[in-house]
Every structure is written in structure tokens, then in C-alpha cells.
């Protein structure tokens, strides 16, 4: 009797064994299913980082080519309204858009209101443009102003000047 056994399967309540294969395909199944998933989500991360890092380079870019200089400011009064008038002129060789101007007129630098009505759209100057800047303007002669001009790519143009 020694060489005639056979070797079979054990079944438990009249159930052959196969569940537990089944059991098994799907654990591994699902192991290489939450895996793809891991993977996808950070090669779009990676992705994601890459693109940002390339618009932050691009736009430091843009500003270390962005050349403006204000090179005269005049506080007036015209027809009794406070007039702060800014001559700047762009001496490089891009585009610049003017979006905002500040001031330190209350102690702090604020925007200066007056500019976002006067001027909607902000300003665009082509390379070796010069342009002069209106805005009604509350200042007190003999004080030093510190006025700031930015750009939409954030590029900051200053200086002080004095009423």
C-alpha cells in the first residue's frame, strides 16, 4: 500500500479549495490596482510641480527683462483738484504693463485709488516709449512721497520724491 497513495485536495463541508485561489486573485488584483493608482497620482503630481516650476522661471524671466525708470514726478494742482503726475519711460526692450501705483501717502504704501479709475486697464508701454501718469492726488508740500509703479508680472519700479 506504500506506493499507491494519492494525494487530494482537503475539503471542508463538501467544498473543494478553489475559493481560496479566487481569494488570492483577487487580493492581487487588487494590490496591483491600488499600486497603478499610487503611481498615476504622482507622476501627475510630478507633472503638476514641473509645469509651475517652468511659469515661476518664466516669469522671473520676464521681470529681470522689464526696464523702467521714473524719471520725474510733479505734485500740482490743476483746477483745484491735487494732481500727482509720474514721467516714466521704458528703456528695455519688452512690453510693459503697468497694472497698479503706490504710495505712502498715509504713512503706509496703499494703492493709490485714483490711478485703478483713471486708468482701468493700466498702462502699456512699448520698448522707448516714454508715458506720463495723472492721478488726483492729496499731497502736503515739503513732504517726501515714496512712489511705486508695478507690473503685472510683478516687477517693481520705485523711488522717493519729494512735494
Do not use: C
Not at 492729496?138 to 507690473?151: E, F, H, Q, R, W
Amino acid at each position: 500500500m506504500r506506493g499507491n497513495h494519492r494525494w487530494v485536495l482537503p475539503r471542508r463541508n463538501g467544498r473543494s479549495a478553489i475559493s481560496e485561489i479566487i481569494g488570492t486573485l483577487l487580493i492581487v488584483l487588487a494590490t496591483v490596482a491600488i499600486g497603478t493608482l499610487l503611481l498615476l497620482g504622482s507622476s501627475s503630481s510630478l507633472q503638476t510641480g514641473t509645469v509651475l516650476q517652468q511659469s515661476q522661471v518664466s516669469l522671473a524671466t520676464q521681470q529681470a527683462q522689464e526696464r523702467l525708470t521714473i524719471f520725474d514726478v510733479w505734485f500740482h494742482t490743476v483746477g483745484g483738484i491735487p494732481d500727482l503726475e509720474v514721467h516714466a519711460l521704458n528703456y528695455g526692450s519688452n512690453l510693459i504693463h503697468i497694472v497698479t501705483i503706490y504710495t505712502n501717502q498715509s504713512g503706509t504704501v496703499a494703492p493709490l485709488a485714483s490711478f485703478t479709475t483713471a486708468y482701468p486697464n493700466g498702462l502699456t508701454l512699448s520698448p522707448g516709449q516714454q508715458i506720463e501718469i495723472l492721478a488726483a492726488f492729496s499731497y502736503t508740500p515739503g513732504t517726501n512721497y515714496y512712489v511705486k509703479l508695478v507690473s503685472d508680472s510683478g516687477s517693481v519700479f520705485d523711488g522717493a520724491w519729494s512735494a
